[in-house]
């Protein structure tokens, strides 16, 4: 069986170019599907408690090169959820407005409500990533000259973890995953959206552009990694190459972190309970 301390990395000993991307450890497809179906179960019954009990909120960060299985992911493992407790924001390119502010303004404004189950699909650490490997990007934020210096990316990820640090003093569990593909693999998917009409639309200029940055962003990621996985906010790695095996391992992780807060429904007061039991007599007699 899998769990999620496997994924969950020691940032002083880890090496994401030795990585698997791959790995499925003894599973097979249809093993880990209905595991799957059995794990989204145990998450619906945790997430109805969490949205009822609303004394937590859970933010779960993903980040991944292109065509690594974001969005398949997030797709099968809240299936079935309460919509009304989940919160799904995928973070593009940042507008005129995101622009004119601090580079954490638009995550903050995205945070989970008490009761509430966020995902991230791309985050705030972006700005070390993209802002890192394309200067332009960086360029666009108009950041006053003194505060472009060589240390940027170190602060960044110093207010990135008094940021996060500050989250989960108020109550917000913070659950980070990176999403592990090769870049064998994403040239496959590539290709496969190229040749599929259905899915010609998913292709962008772009990702082809990034492509031919692949190390430079292994080196971002490396560097992210190791700086901002803390006691508090964990970075999880999960093999992406096989889409079965990294949607089981999100599932995982996801739930682990519910079954970590173990929500209970609100304890009824004996003047609620008074209620209820004329309400039942009223009701009965009618």
């Given at each position: 069986?899998?769990?999620p301390?496997?994924?969950?990395?020691?940032?002083?000993?880890?090496?994401?170019?030795d990585?698997?991307t791959?790995?499925?450890?003894?599973?097979?497809?249809?093993?880990?599907?209905?595991?799957?179906?059995?794990?989204i179960?145990?998450?619906?019954?945790?997430?109805?408690?969490?949205?009822?009990?609303?004394?937590?909120?859970?933010?779960?960060?993903?980040?991944?090169?292109?065509a690594?299985?974001?969005?398949?992911?997030?797709?099968?493992?809240?299936?079935?959820?309460?919509?009304?407790?989940?919160?799904?924001?995928?973070?593009?390119?940042?507008?005129?407005?995101?622009?004119?502010?601090?580079?954490?303004?638009?995550?903050?404004?995205?945070?989970?409500?008490?009761?509430?189950?966020?995902?991230?699909?791309r985050?705030?650490?972006?700005?070390?990533?993209?802002?890192?490997?394309?200067?332009?990007?960086?360029?666009?934020?108009?950041?006053?000259?003194?505060?472009?210096?060589?240390?940027?990316?170190?602060?960044?990820?110093?207010?990135?973890?008094a940021?996060?640090?500050?989250?989960?003093?108020?109550?917000?569990?913070?659950?980070?995953?990176?999403?592990?593909?090769?870049?064998?693999?994403?040239?496959?998917?590539?290709?496969?959206?190229?040749?599929?009409?259905?899915?010609?639309?998913?292709?962008?200029?772009a990702?082809?552009?990034?492509?031919?940055?692949?190390?430079?962003?292994?080196?971002?990621?490396?560097?992210?990694?190791?700086?901002?996985?803390?006691?508090?906010?964990?970075?999880?790695?999960?093999?992406?190459?096989?889409?079965?095996?990294?949607?089981?391992?999100?599932?995982?992780?996801?739930?682990?972190?519910?079954?970590?807060?173990?929500?209970?429904?609100?304890?009824?007061?004996?003047?609620?309970?008074?209620?209820?039991?004329?309400?039942?007599?009223?009701?009965?007699?009618?």
């Open positions: 069986m899998i769990t301390s496997d994924f969950r990395i020691d940032p002083k000993n880890f090496r994401l170019r990585a698997e791959g790995y499925v450890g003894n599973l097979d497809k249809k093993r880990a599907r209905d595991l799957l179906d059995e794990r179960r145990e998450m619906r019954d945790l997430h109805e408690r969490f949205y009822v009990n609303s004394r937590y909120s859970l933010l779960v960060v993903i980040q991944a090169h292109d690594a299985g974001k969005d398949g992911t997030v797709k099968a493992v809240v299936s079935g959820l309460n919509p009304m407790g989940i919160d799904v924001i995928a973070f593009k390119a940042p507008t005129p407005e995101e622009l004119s502010h601090d580079f954490l303004w638009r995550v903050m404004r995205r945070l989970p409500a008490r009761g509430h189950l966020a995902i991230f699909n985050s705030h650490y972006e700005e070390v990533l993209i802002a890192r490997v394309r200067p332009e990007i960086l360029a666009a934020q108009r950041l006053p000259d003194r505060c472009i210096t060589e240390d940027i990316w170190d602060e960044r990820y110093e207010d990135i973890n940021f996060e640090r500050y989250l989960t003093r108020n109550g917000t569990k913070i659950v980070k995953i990176f999403l592990n593909v090769s870049k064998a693999e994403q040239k496959e998917r590539f290709l496969s959206r190229i040749n599929t009409p259905d899915k010609q639309w998913k292709f962008a200029e990702d082809l552009r990034d492509r031919a940055y692949w190390d430079d962003f292994q080196d971002a990621f490396q560097d992210m990694l190791e700086s901002t996985s803390t006691d508090w906010a964990p970075w999880h790695v999960v093999p992406a190459d096989r889409k079965w095996f990294t949607r089981l391992v999100v599932a995982e992780i996801i739930l682990d972190a519910m079954r970590d807060l173990d929500p209970q429904f609100p304890v009824v007061s004996d003047a609620k309970r008074q209620m209820l039991i004329d309400a039942r007599r009223q009701l009965e007699d009618e």
